[in-house]
């Protein structure tokens, strides 16, 4: 018994070190774990074609010429869809590589990987593809449900499309730094939903998600706030392809889309850097792990 | 080893006297706020969370024409004040049932849930022992809530008689709330999963309860399940209250928000207790109470 | 380079405390050659896990260093961790992904210890049939009892085949039969595979049938060290003589053992089937097996007086009392 094992164990293999692979295994081992919880699956489906009713049933309030002033067409269903369908699947992408990694904190795993000789920028990024996937389900539902079910008029044709999923790309990538930071914080305090909770909040409000951006105007520090947060741009671009069929041609979008690879080139190596001292403070204290 | 003194002390009878619910609620709310105080900066999260919903509905309000407020009956049509005082208080309950399940959920994953249910304290004294804190949290936030309201632009009208009548409707609602929190939890005892239920709960809440829109707007079969959840008439009672100053004596509206609340309580109280110890029991026969 | 020791060098490591810092591991010099298989004992708390976590590069030293395989373990982080395979039995298994199966989390574990997906695949199903694992191999985590995770994360440790293994507490939560088995599998390891094996235990027993080096940490810092006979002459109090009588009645017996000058004090003694048991500490043992002997010879029918030698758990007793009061 034991020699049969010992001699799958004689052989000198060579380490197959490449790094997609290695992004490829968290990705497929979170997405597996990710599986097993059917009833969130559900639950979550059912929220979010609730919320669209809701913003539906709040739309039937808005004066239509209020929402066309903000230059977004007429349809304050169109214009919160986006708003809050993009904004949480941003939240979700987000809080997802936080709170895994706080699971597996809590749980004993992380102490297995940090022991292990995977990169932690694999790791993470690993774990972050599993986000935009399943984030990607729930957006795409959002989106249809408010389309098909409620009738939002969005430009669903291939080029508004294809604008808004390169849109979509740049924005994820100029928040993942961000989101990489946040679990550098996890990582110190061991929990950071209500952070990230509250970063997304900030992000609705400062973007726009549920009213125009000109009624901020009278508040200067606000409107400047609103000029910072990169989603601000990313849903400028989403909202003028999806609502009113931009393209790549159009000048606003491209400068959008700059904006956002400005946010990504500055803040992913941030939240890179931000997590390697986090790393390295819980090394010092000694609570890698903390049950 | 010091065997010898422990030994000495539990040879001395022990007197068991059956802690006063006064007692066990103190103990209750001591225990959770000193955790609660080990996570003492998310007070401040909280603070800002229900700022930023508050000043979102303060711009979101500026596009809203009251054409629908004053036709359900609400008659200054101020949609700002309407929408801060739904979110205000659906808040409010939601962060207890979610405080509820939540901190049953935690308790089944530290273990602590089958050390106080194998003690001598009764479930029904361990389920409202676990959302007096929350709800006592949840009052201060509430407070400060409104109070931002108000400095923003909120318009009430505040009498002695409209805050009597104010009151008696949060206080009913809690009660009602206490009731849905309880089910909760015992579904949560049973299949081991706390958020989605809970959250699932809040979203139909918002649609059907009239949080963000007068209740006109939605069809017939929304607003029959709305007529079931008691969020639905103490947000009702509560606007009515404060933004035309109605109270019981003059408003057949109001009345019959107060029977229907009661009347809820009456029914699902008990019932709730029911379904926890149903779940609870037979998560005791199948093992499974402290598990993950 | 085949450089499999372990080698710390005034390693420390002091959390910061209330009033003074907590020093949990004390400038411990320590070194485990290539190919051994060595033992590290200590009571809860004396420093075992942080001086293993600080091997495995998730704890960084306060002060001093260590080489493991021939890398420095801050410095040269990420080689450590290709040259170790770790296991915290304590955990009771709560280091596995409870919701993946026991393949899967073996998979899981293949790509991020960067095994070739054929190489594990074979080593997975071997690994599986070694332990047992087979019939549930597809079932998840979360529905195994204790032992069998525990099992999976042996399998999970020697997955990757490292050449050092540090196994703090491997039989932990495992029936006897699997501890038995896990045991034979560590000695082949070492024997075998000339794996070098750091192993803590909270079962002296398996330390001692082990083990060929021992060494004793209290309060963070290393005691004692060496192999288990010369740690059985560290305790010279610890001379004990067993009289084995026959009949059940051993008190008079007893009385006049406990007169002899040279008896230091009488241990035990008590009823043992038809006979009786008399063990007690003596200042000479030479000269006390004859005297006990004489004095009983007559009145008592004697079937034995022999020599104990202490076991591990004595020695560890004495030791870690000792080091505490002084």
Request: with cysteine.
């Amino acid at each position: 018994m034991d020699n049969q094992l010992i001699t799958y164990f004689q052989d000198n293999v060579a380490p197959d070190k490449s790094e997609v692979r290695q992004i490829w295994g968290i990705f497929w081992g979170q997405l597996k774990i990710f599986m097993t919880y059917r009833t969130w699956v559900v639950t979550d489906t059912f929220n979010t074609i609730v919320s669209i009713a809701i913003y539906y049933f709040l739309s039937l309030q808005v004066q239509p010429s209020q929402i066309a002033a903000s230059g977004y067409g007429t349809s304050y269903l169109a214009f919160s869809l986006i708003g809050i369908a993009f904004a949480n699947y941003l939240w979700f992408c987000i809080n997802r590589i936080s709170h895994s990694m706080q699971s597996e904190i809590r749980e004993g795993t992380f102490e297995t990987i940090a022991s292990s000789p995977i990169r932690m920028r694999s790791y993470l990024f690993g774990q972050a593809a599993r986000g935009f996937l399943v984030g990607l389900y729930y957006m795409v539902g959002a989106l249809a449900v408010g389309v098909y079910g409620f009738n939002a008029p969005l430009h669903f044709e291939p080029a508004a499309l294809l604008t808004s999923s390169l849109v979509l790309v740049f924005m994820v990538l100029s928040h993942l730094g961000l989101g990489i930071f946040i679990a550098g914080i996890v990582l110190v305090y061991k929990q950071a939903d209500p952070v990230t909770f509250m970063v997304s909040l900030f992000m609705e409000f400062f973007a726009g998600a549920l009213f125009p951006l000109q009624l901020l105007s009278n508040y200067p520090p606000l409107a400047i706030a609103s000029e910072l947060m990169p989603y601000t741009y990313a849903l400028d671009a989403l909202r003028k392809s999806l609502i009113q069929g931009a393209t790549l041609a159009s000048q606003d979008i491209l400068f959008d889309l700059a904006v956002l690879v400005v946010y990504a080139v500055i803040l992913l190596p941030l939240g890179l850097w931000s997590f390697n001292v986090g790393y390295d403070r819980i090394r010092t204290e000694g609570t890698t792990s903390s049950y | 080893m010091e065997s010898d003194k422990i030994i000495q002390m539990l040879q001395e009878p022990t007197v068991r006297s059956k802690t006063t619910l006064a007692e066990k609620a103190k103990a209750f709310i001591v225990r959770d706020f000193k955790i609660y105080w080990t996570y003492k900066f998310w007070v401040v999260f909280d603070v800002i969370d229900i700022a930023i919903l508050v000043a979102t509905y303060y711009f979101v309000a500026q596009i809203i024409t009251p054409a629908h407020l004053v036709a359900e009956g609400y008659s200054s049509g101020d949609y700002f004040t309407f929408a801060m005082l739904g979110i205000a208080f659906s808040q409010y309950v939601q962060n207890s049932v979610h405080g509820l399940t939540e901190g049953v959920r935690d308790e089944q994953w530290t273990g602590t849930i089958e050390t106080i249910l194998s003690s001598a304290t009764s479930y029904r004294s361990y389920l409202l022992g676990a959302s007096l804190f929350r709800f006592l949290y949840g009052t201060i936030i509430l407070v400060g809530a409104l109070g931002l309201g108000l400095l923003i632009g909120g318009k009430v009208i505040l009498t002695p008689s409209t805050l009597a009548t104010g009151a008696v409707f949060a206080l009913l609602l809690v009660s009602g709330h206490l009731a849905i929190g309880a089910m909760s939890a015992g579904i949560v005892v049973m299949i081991k999963r706390g958020d989605p239920i809970a959250w699932g709960f809040t979203w139909l809440t918002q649609l059907v309860s009239g949080v963000f829109y007068p209740l006109g707007l939605l069809p017939w079969y929304l607003k029959w399940v709305g007529f079931a959840l008691p969020l639905t008439y103490s947000l009702d009672g509560i606007r009515r209250t404060f933004m035309n100053g109605e109270t019981f004596f003059d408003s057949a509206v109001l009345q019959t928000d107060l029977v229907a609340l009661i009347a809820f309580i009456i029914i699902m109280v008990p019932l709730s207790l029911q379904v926890f110890a149903w779940a609870y029991r037979r998560s005791q026969r199948q093992g499974t109470l402290g598990q993950y | 380079m085949n450089d499999h020791s372990i080698e710390t060098i005034g390693i420390t490591k002091e959390y910061p405390g209330k009033e003074k810092p907590l020093v949990a591991v004390d400038h411990t010099d320590l070194l485990i050659r290539s190919g051994e298989l060595f033992g590290l004992l200590g009571p809860n708390g004396a420093g075992k896990t942080t001086l293993i976590k600080m091997l495995c590069t998730l704890i960084l030293p306060t002060e001093g260093t260590a080489k493991v395989g021939g890398y420095d373990i801050v410095k040269e982080a990420a080689k450590v961790r290709e040259t170790i395979g770790w296991l915290h039995g304590e955990t009771g298994g709560r280091a596995l992904y409870w919701r993946l199966s026991a393949r899967d989390n073996l998979r899981f574990y293949a790509y991020i210890q960067n095994v070739p997906s054929d190489v594990a695949r074979k080593r997975i199903e071997a690994l599986l049939e070694f332990f047992d694992l087979k019939r549930e191999a597809d079932s998840l985590v979360k529905d195994y009892s204790t032992g069998m995770k525990v099992r999976v994360m042996l399998a999970r440790t020697l997955l990757p085949n490292p050449p050092i293994l540090l196994l703090d507490e491997p039989t932990v939560g495992l029936d006897a039969q699997t501890a038995i088995e896990t045991r034979k599998l560590i000695q082949t390891l070492n024997r075998e595979l000339h794996k070098t094996i750091l192993l803590t235990s909270h079962n002296l027993y398996e330390v001692e049938k082990l083990c060929e080096r021992v060494a004793i940490i209290n309060t963070g810092k290393i005691v004692a060290l060496g192999t288990m006979d010369q740690l059985a002459h560290l305790i010279h109090e610890a001379k004990t003589v067993e009289v084995r009588l026959e009949g059940t009645d051993g008190e008079a017996a007893t009385q006049i053992i406990q007169q002899l000058d040279l008896i230091r004090r009488v241990m035990m003694s008590e009823r043992s089937g038809d006979g009786w048991i008399i063990r007690a500490e003596v200042s000479d043992l030479d000269s006390a097996i004859p005297r006990i002997a004489n004095a009983l010879a007559g009145n008592f029918r004697i079937r034995g007086i022999s020599e104990i030698r202490p076991h591990l758990e004595e020695i560890f007793v004495k030791i870690t009392e000792g080091n505490n009061h002084g």
